[in-house]
């Protein structure tokens, strides 16, 4: 879900980057076209902790195991 919103935010940025273009304003564009790079790999960043397990999970798992007597 939220790598749909980083991307969604990614698209707007890139409209108003070319409509600065357009407007032959180079140094609003070049800052908005940043700020969609950035929200572009945060979508790219989302879609990767969604794939790959929680270290923090695995540790617990090894924390709870049983004490030999």
Known sequence: MTERI???VS???LVLAA?????????AAFVVAALGAC???????????????????????????PDED
């Open 39 to 65: 929200a572009w790999f945060l979508s790219y960043r989302a879609q990767l902790k969604a794939k790959i397990p929680d270290d923090d999970m695995t540790d617990d798992e090894d924390d709870e195991q």
């Open 11 to 13: 698209g707007i940025f």
């Open 6 to 8: 980083w991307i969604s």
């Open 19 to 27: 409509g600065f273009v357009w407007r032959n304003n180079y140094s």
